[in-house]
């Protein structure tokens, strides 16, 4: 059974478009399993949606959960534009600079990443180009062990105010 049948307030808590179109989806491939596996998963499927998503890998190890970025999508780069280095793909969780105070948002990746189940975050963002409220579903993947090995995470912006754009400010 999937994990969400259990919680059917998450489905009802979601508000964006794209993060309940990545749902349907992740559901579809879990079919009777807690979650599906990354082979099933194809971020093409879901190519309109993959500029705002992210892939992050489960590393292995005891004690604190460390994940490393394997797919950053376009959007999100182009949100962490004034970041030194705005792709995080390649990086771990703690290697990554983040805009703002991510506590809250390791801790629901360790929660979807221990109890393989999804989670969803709306809150309000301030980061360099803009401010509003977000929408981040994380969706776990399980490895051939069953355990979950990877987090594919969703950041849809609901709304936001735009402060500065990437060409202002800049000379050529």
């Not at 049948?5 to 990545?22: I, S, W, Y």
């Not at 993947?141 to 090995?149: F, M, T, W, Y």
Request: hydrophobic content about 40%; overall charge neutral.
């Amino acid at each position: 059974m999937p994990a969400t049948d259990g919680d059917p307030c998450l489905e009802n808590a979601l508000t964006g478009m794209k993060t309940r179109k990545v749902m349907d989806y992740w559901k579809a491939r879990a079919g009777a399993a807690p979650a599906p596996d990354w082979p099933s998963f194809k971020l093409m499927d879901l190519y309109q949606e993959a500029p705002i998503m992210l892939v992050l890998d489960k590393l292995p190890g005891v004690g604190v959960i460390d994940y490393r970025y394997r797919f950053v999508g376009t959007q999100i780069v182009q949100y962490r534009w004034k970041l030194p280095v705005p792709d995080h793909t390649g990086l771990t969780y703690f290697e990554a600079r983040h805009q703002y105070d991510f506590k809250d948002v390791k801790d629901a990746y360790d929660r979807s990443a221990t109890e393989c189940r999804p989670g969803v975050m709306l809150r309000n963002f301030d980061a360099f180009d803009a401010s509003g409220t977000h929408e981040r579903l994380i969706l776990p993947l399980i490895g051939g062990d069953g355990a979950v090995d990877k987090l594919v995470v969703v950041v849809e912006r609901i709304n936001e105010v735009i402060k500065q754009r990437r060409n202002e400010g800049t000379s050529l």
